[in-house]
């Protein structure tokens, strides 16, 4: 009887040098060995000439490793971080009709680290940031209030 290879879900950190079509020859990579890729951001490192990519994959243990040896043959990557010891955050804006209930919509949103950031005659917008997982449990909550439009930024993750 043949078992299926557990899937895991993984954070990985690139660290590469900021140039052009960097972006394009790592999400190639994924393509063209087709993984893929659910979350990526990316954005440059502050008095540097370096970005930060943070993508979040899922596979075996196997195509795990053989995605980070691959980034590392990449020639813009200064170094790769798949550490088990990841902070991991993400964040949601969520835009809400007027008419609901605002003050259960503002303790829904501390619950989750979140608030009300922008408000007009007819929604609000609201942001949360935490954990991925505590995002998509508020995403859920959330619905009840009948959201317009949900846009969740990406993971982003540190080494501890």
Do not use: W
């Amino acid at each position: 009887m043949e078992t299926k290879a557990r899937e895991l879900k993984k954070s990985i950190c690139i660290n590469v040098i900021n140039e052009h079509s960097v972006l394009a020859r790592i999400s190639g990579l994924f393509s063209a060995r087709g993984y893929n890729i659910e979350s990526l951001t990316t954005a440059p490192i502050p008095n540097s000439n370096l970005s930060r990519i943070t993508i979040v994959t899922q596979g075996s243990e196997v195509v795990i490793e053989q995605i980070i040896k691959q980034l590392h043959k990449l020639i813009p990557v200064m170094n790769v971080i798949s550490s088990d010891n990841l902070l991991e955050m993400e964040s949601v804006l969520v835009k809400i009709p007027i008419g609901e209930r605002l003050a259960d919509i503002e303790t829904l949103c501390k619950a989750y680290n979140g608030k009300i950031t922008n408000a007009n005659d007819k929604y609000v917008i609201v942001m949360a940031t935490d954990k991925p997982s505590a995002i998509s449990h508020f995403i859920t909550a959330i619905r009840v209030f009948n959201p317009k439009e949900i846009i969740r930024s990406g993971v982003v993750a540190m080494e501890r």
